[in-house]
Each structure stands twice: as C-alpha cells, then as structure tokens.
C-alpha cells in the first residue's frame, strides 16, 4: 500500500519556525520527485516546494523563497521542509506529494499523483 503521511504541524508565532516531515511507504521513493503544497481555506491548493529523485534539484515558491528548504533523505524514505520566518499568510493545510514521469519538477498539483492527508500549520500574528 502507497502512502505518504506527513508530521510537524502545529502552531506557531509569526516569525518561527517549523519542519515538516512526509514518511514514504509502499514505493521505491528514490525514484519519486517530491513535493509540499499547501491549502489555505477558500483557497486553491498552491505549491511551496520540490526536490528531484536524488535530492540534487530543488525548486520554490516565490512566496516562501529564502525561508524554506526542501530536503529528502532516500535510505529513510522521507521528504523535510524547513520553514522559517513564518507569517499568518503560511497558514494552510500542508501537504506532501509523489510524482514520477518527467525530467522536470512541475508545479502544478495535476502532476502528481500520490499525495498524503496533509497537516495543520497555523500561524498566528
């Protein structure tokens, strides 16, 4: 069974910060670029960052660029994201996601095709 089940959420103060984990299970993970995306309430689901297979690629939002950092560990099978400088507008529901096909790193939720249950960071002003 695939699955992907991220951790690290919570709450936190502006300009704190958090690392969110995504633990891989049920496919070979090394061969999957990964990504986190987030959901805001009333909002459309938007991406914050991706790695390639091997960890040698990364990609950003303009929107957390600066303050995050997308890493991935292939012999624990997880997927990080370090977010730091936090702000009230970071809040939204995270999620991590799989994907494979492609030489590039896409952006668009569309794109992958695993995806875990999300987890809650809420910032607070």
């Known amino acids: 069974q695939v699955q992907l089940v991220e951790s690290g959420g919570g709450l936190v103060q502006a300009g704190g910060s958090l690392r969110l984990s995504c633990a891989a299970s049920?496919?070979?993970?090394?061969?999957?670029?990964m990504a986190w995306f987030r959901q805001a309430p009333g909002k459309e689901r938007e991406f914050v960052a991706a790695?390639?297979?091997?960890?040698?690629?990364?990609l950003y939002a303009d929107s957390v660029k600066g303050r995050a950092t997308i890493s991935r560990d292939n012999v624990k099978n997880t997927v990080y994201v370090q977010m730091n400088s936090l702000k009230p507008e970071d809040t939204a529901v995270y999620y991590c996601a799989a994907g494979s096909g492609t030489a590039t790193i896409p952006q668009i939720p569309e794109r992958y095709g695993i995806w875990g249950q999300g987890t809650q960071v809420t910032v607070s002003s």
């Open positions: 790695i390639g297979s091997s960890g040698g690629v990364t």
């Open positions: 049920g496919l070979t993970f090394s061969r999957y670029r």
